[in-house]
């Protein structure tokens, strides 16, 4: 913005770091592997989904760009004396929200399971004997 305004700049420029980040690498950031792959309707459906309820890292809108790769040209801005002060993985580690489950520490992520599995056996116990009482009053 400040090369801009001195330098009263007329035109479109494009404000990037250099270079692109591979899909590899932005899994690898995000801390998830790769995930099933869905029917595009399904996907935008559950894209959609997921950012109405807050769960999800990229608005509908966005979605196509993340379909396939593509760069953005800064060479115009870097002509006038730019230079970029990030890079792309900064930028994208700073762009997205993290998920809820990855700011837990491990030992609460490990108490959190314990404590769902825990509830998910008492679950299937209590049905369990509701099913045998029921099945035992009718012989």
């Known amino acids: 913005v400040v090369v801009g305004a001195e330098q009263r700049l007329d035109g479109v420029f494009n404000v990037s770091p250099d270079g692109w980040v591979p899909g590899e690498r932005v899994r690898e950031l995000t801390g998830s592997s790769l995930r099933m792959k869905l029917p595009e309707?399904?996907?935008?459906?559950?894209?959609?989904?997921?950012?109405?309820?807050q769960r999800g890292p990229i608005p509908p809108g966005l979605r196509p760009y993340t379909r396939s790769p593509w760069v953005?040209?800064?060479?115009?801005?870097?002509?006038?004396?730019?230079?970029?002060?990030?890079?792309?993985?900064?930028?994208?580690?700073?762009?997205?929200?993290a998920g809820w489950w990855t700011m837990i520490t491990p030992k609460r992520r490990q108490e959190l399971s314990l404590g769902a599995m825990v509830a998910g056996l008492v679950a299937g116990l209590v049905a369990g004997f509701s099913l045998w009482r029921r099945w035992r009053r009718r012989r």
């Open 72 to 97: 953005v040209a800064n060479d115009r801005l870097k002509a006038h004396g730019w230079a970029p002060t990030v890079t792309n993985e900064q930028a994208y580690v700073e762009g997205t929200e």
């Open 41 to 53: 309707r399904v996907s935008e459906v559950w894209s959609s989904l997921q950012w109405r309820f």
